[in-house]
């Protein structure tokens, strides 16, 4: 049996999973990532304790499955987004806390850049819209505050990059310092289009071009970890961002195919193929992982000659996270797992809404002041019905962003989306399954394997290393868990949305 291991670097967590060639689990570690909140709106994390973290469950992960570093034949690396490491090339230590994508302290200056008309610019370049969430303006805020290191930057003595990098940079003792195109992508420096670094925009930001890594497709040859850290020197043959990795893992290869994340928020990506595309529904343009193309006699995949690919993303920023605020905050559950049984006591919602813009609405409204709503209370109103109605929010807010991505394709001359795959914590939820197909009218599907995102790398990383001879064949590993078949009429769904619609308007202070 071949197997794979994939590394997944998440926000809350860090954690390693041991495939086989089927894209079966044969084990797997998790380890917490301690947060820290320096101070309102600001989010960081330790990049040694993501590391740690992240090493010690690789060695977990392998001992439980009792096997050895060179049974594997290579390793994949999916990671949280965004989040911007800055350390020493010479020591390798780093110069400041990671900032964290949630982090919203570079906003003064996006504001700044949005002044200055540079909105169309970026996003033509990028398929961004200008905001913190993005790395290009973290990076920036770094080399203003932390002393000593933009004189540093500008020697080449420091090196920039997301997680992927500080992760492959420390499996590597210092020898490689690269990022792949998918995570290039949201840095807002990086031009999708032409797969490069883009120099007008490192100008813009004030970055030094010496900071940064080289980009190589998503499956490709990263280098090879330090035989004394697993054992054995182990291929690192895949790396993606976290939601283009659990596209690959759903095997959603294709124009028009789709898949929905449903974790503390909801990440839906549609594979739009090799046509950028800009929306003009909320959405953002981002790169797809890529496979690369092996120049004549090079050791390595490379992105000079490989074609773009991209996808259309919306985010949610409340999916299952309403369910911690039933339990944490309403105390109308104990434990996460007893929302779909409460849920399920009553027949529907009883008319009730509610609109969990607890820090605003993300895709595809974009409304940072609206906050959270429940209305259509009454008299016979119990935590039943508003447990129902807060599940229901989920499946509304990801209707939403699918419907903004069928407009945005049907008006790129491609079709609406056909079905959607689902995947995430929230997906193991029948009864939210089940309402977001009646609400799309389309099949929404949930694979055998839900832990996508770990897959997609383990996928990546054995394209490279010859597991597996191309994307038809991951396809063919895909496997439906099951389907929900939508079994609401369309004009009672339409009904229901435009009363989602209302609640949402209701819910914004303007």
């Not at 919602?349 to 605003?360: D, L």
Request: charged share 20%.
């Amino acid at each position: 049996m071949t197997y794979l291991l994939a590394l997944d670097q998440g926000t809350s967590s860090s954690r390693s999973i041991v495939f086989d060639e089927r894209g079966h689990i044969v084990a797997q570690a998790q380890l917490e990532l301690p947060q820290i909140y320096p101070q309102p709106g600001w989010v960081e994390h330790d990049p040694r304790e993501i590391w740690r973290t992240q090493l010690t469950t690789a060695r977990q992960a392998l001992a439980q499955a009792n096997l050895k570093a060179s049974d594997v034949r290579a390793l994949g690396i999916t990671n949280q987004r965004e989040t911007t490491v800055l350390w020493n090339r010479r020591t390798g230590e780093p110069v400041h806390h990671a900032i964290v994508w949630q982090d919203r302290r570079a906003e003064p200056l996006c504001a700044e850049l949005r002044e200055r008309g540079l909105a169309d610019t970026i996003q033509a370049k990028t398929g961004l819209l200008i905001d913190a969430y993005f790395s290009g303006t973290k990076l920036r805020w770094l080399l203003d505050h932390v002393p000593g290191a933009r004189a540093q930057a500008e020697r080449g003595e420091l090196a920039f990059g997301t997680v992927d990098s500080w992760l492959i940079w420390q499996l590597t003792q210092g020898q490689v310092h690269v990022t792949d195109v998918s995570n290039a992508a949201r840095t807002m420096l990086f031009n999708v289009r032409t797969n490069q670094w883009d120099d007008e925009l490192l100008e813009l930001l004030q970055i030094p071009r010496a900071l940064m890594p080289e980009v190589r497709p998503s499956s490709a040859h990263f280098g090879d970890t330090h035989p004394e850290l697993l054992g054995s020197a182990l291929p690192i043959g895949g790396v993606a961002g976290d939601q283009q990795s659990a596209l690959f893992g759903q095997a959603c290869f294709k124009a028009g195919m789709a898949k929905n994340t449903y974790g503390t928020g909801c990440f839906m990506l549609m594979h739009t193929g090799q046509k950028f595309q800009t929306s003009t529904n909320g959405l953002l343009t981002t790169s797809a992982a890529q496979i690369g193309t092996a120049p004549p006699g090079a050791a390595s995949l490379s992105l000079a000659g490989s074609t773009p690919e991209f996808a259309m993303e919306g985010s949610v920023f409340v999916g299952g996270a309403v369910v911690q605020w039933l339990r944490d905050g309403l105390r109308a559950i104990s434990a996460s797992n007893e929302v779909q049984s409460l849920a399920e006591s009553v027949p529907d919602s009883g008319g009730v809404m509610m609109v969990p813009a607890f820090t605003g609405l993300g895709a595809p409204y974009w409304k940072p002041d609206a906050r959270g709503t429940i209305t259509g209370l009454t008299r016979g109103t119990t935590l039943a019905h508003i447990a129902r109605a807060a599940l229901e929010s989920i499946a509304y807010q990801s209707a939403a962003l699918l419907q903004a991505m069928s407009r945005d394709a049907v008006a790129a001359g491609g079709a609406p989306v056909s079905e959607l795959r689902v995947d995430g914590g929230a997906c193991v939820n029948d009864l939210l399954m089940q309402f977001q197909a009646d609400l799309l009218g389309i099949p929404v599907v949930r694979p055998a394997v839900i832990e996508t995102t770990a897959l997609g790398a383990a996928y990546l990383a054995g394209l490279s290393s010859g597991v597996y001879r191309s994307t038809d064949e991951l396809s063919d590993l895909w496997r439906a868990e099951r389907r929900f078949m939508p079994t609401l009429g369309a004009p009672r769904a339409r009904e229901l949305m435009a009363r989602w619609e209302h609640a949402v308007r209701q819910a914004s202070l303007d």
